[in-house]
């Protein structure tokens, strides 16, 4: 499975947009881009997947170029709840949905 | 609907002693997951069940860890002894029937912390 890097740490302030991106290099033809947000004290809950383009539902968007060699989560004006660790995974589509969590990126929203 | 179920939510024990996870997936779901998840990192996963058969259990320390899923449905987690590297919050996830056609997400339960003295 392809190796996931994302910045370790990001800051934002409330009503601001903010990107994270991820680095997915060796992502392989039947890969998936998935992103999973975690609060303290509580188990990750899936944000989003998507496999090229964009993607966009009730929470973010994922924006996935040609390449697929990167992704950039988006979370519209952010608010202090939205101060959690996200996920970026590489998914694949066979042998039973294979995945590998990295050490995510730890946001933080001021107010 | 009700989520994952995990028990206990806490638990600490000396070095060299047994514990057991269980773990109660979401109803339907045929595939479960448990993650080890040390402070400031990612979860990294131990073992994944397909109903009843392992799928993958590639880093799952098979000298002290042992896992079972009866019937395709609860799950138990065993350390046997603990050693302190062990403390971690130990996360349990379930999903849909994971195939090769479609990605089902995982769903979380809210983990149980290990802290081995």
């Known amino acids: 499975l392809a190796k996931t890097t994302q910045p370790i740490s990001m800051d934002s302030y409330e009503g601001q947009e903010v990107n994270i991106t991820c680095s997915h290099n060796n992502i392989a033809t039947n890969d998936y881009i998935t992103w999973y947000q975690q609060f303290p004290s509580q188990g990750p809950r899936f944000i989003i997947q998507?496999?090229?383009t964009k993607v966009t539902n009730e929470v973010a968007s994922l924006f996935i170029p040609a390449d697929r060699k990167s992704s950039t989560l988006s979370l519209p004006r952010v608010s202090l709840s939205d101060t959690a660790v996200y996920y970026c995974l590489v998914v694949r589509n066979t042998n039973a949905g294979k995945s590998t969590f990295g050490d995510g990126t730890t946001l933080t929203v001021k107010p | 609907e009700a989520g994952v179920a995990q028990s206990p939510r806490y638990k600490i024990i000396e070095k060299r002693q047994s514990v057991a996870f269980w773990c109660n997936p979401i109803s339907g779901h045929a595939t479960l997951y448990w993650y080890q998840q040390i402070l400031g990192q990612g979860p990294k996963l131990l073992i994944q069940?397909?109903?009843?058969?392992?799928?993958?259990d590639s880093q799952l320390p098979k000298d002290r860890f042992s896992a079972e899923r009866l019937k395709g449905v609860d799950s138990t987690l065993k350390i046997q002894p603990a050693k302190l590297e062990d403390s971690a919050v130990y996360l349990c996830a379930s999903s849909l029937l994971a195939s090769g056609s479609s990605y089902n997400e995982q769903f979380f339960g809210p983990g149980t912390r290990l802290t081995v003295l």
């Open positions: 998507g496999y090229k």
């Open positions: 069940f397909q109903n009843n058969g392992v799928v993958d």
